[in-house]
């Protein structure tokens, strides 16, 4: 729900008309990355601040029954239908020419695995793939594709920032949004030992949760110094007051609003990066 903050700048981008021609998000960043192509500002911020007070958006009694804390199937599959809560405009997707990226977490094998257009060409794929980006562990169920079970794409060895997959697709400037104010340091997860029952089938998994801070981290430290060089501008919250599983939606709207304001103030700053 921090992405509270990233659909506020998702929304000025669209406003001012700034599409970039590739475009990577992983985990909450993969809803961001599909409502910035179907350049819809509105669903992007009402996707992480009014569908917040869906009254089937989740539970624990959602939970107990194995559709997740979040009712993932619910929120992500069973809401972009023309006649339903969050309708998508999937034609526009579809023609955006921008390049995209959205990654998932492989529970078996402990990849990274990245999709692009070829594999989102169905609404169903589209945001089946986005889900699977976005299921926190234990919080939600893993998501199964093609035979082979998917959780959050931020286990994978950038930490839920795509920066590596934009340098392997040719890339040596970078425009990011963050969630974390900079001063931000991940520690190491509390839960280990739950987490390494949970997965027992898939030890990668807890593998790679145990080392998701170090990652994570390590990613940020990258992008800080391409910043420091002129190659990356980053996008980050002055302060961060709602976490994963915030449902306030008055807060929400804060964090929101927030992200507007500094938007507004650091266009100069983005469109002397972008040359525009």
């Known amino acids: ?163 590596d997959i934009a340098q392997a697709d040719g890339f040596d400037r970078f425009f990011v949004v963050l969630t974390q104010p900079r001063d931000f340091v991940k520690l190491p997860q509390k839960m280990q030992r739950v987490f390494d029952v949970y997965f027992r089938k898939w030890p990668a998994a807890a593998e790679a949760l145990a080392q998701r801070h170090e990652n994570y981290n390590r990613t940020r430290e990258e992008l800080f110094d391409l910043e420091a060089s002129g190659k990356a501008c980053l996008v980050l919250p002055a302060e961060m007051h709602v976490g994963n599983s915030t449902r306030d939606v008055a807060a929400l709207q804060e964090t929101y609003d927030m992200g507007l304001a500094q938007s507004e103030a650091a266009l100069p700053t983005w469109k002397s990066f972008l040359g525009l």
Request: with cysteine.
């Open 1 to 163: 729900m921090r992405a509270s903050f990233s659909s506020a700048v998702v929304a000025t981008l669209l406003r001012e008309k700034i599409h970039f021609d590739w475009v990577g998000g992983i985990s909450a960043g993969a809803s961001c990355t599909a409502n910035y192509l179907a350049r819809d500002a509105e669903r992007a911020r009402r996707s992480f601040v009014d569908f917040a007070d869906d009254p089937n958006f989740g539970s624990v009694g959602t939970f107990l029954q194995g559709k997740g804390l979040f009712n993932a199937h619910y929120i992500y599959e069973q809401t972009a239908g023309p006649k339903q809560t969050l309708p998508y405009d999937f034609d526009t997707f579809w023609a955006n020419p921008a390049r995209r990226r959205i990654s998932a977490f492989r529970c078996d094998t402990g990849e990274a695995v990245f999709w692009d257009k070829s594999d989102l060409d169905t609404l169903p794929k589209l945001m089946r793939r986005v889900r699977a980006s976005s299921s926190l562990p234990i919080m939600m169920p893993p998501v199964l594709i093609s035979g082979h079970y998917y959780v959050d794409g931020a286990l994978g060895p950038s930490g839920g920032i795509p920066l």
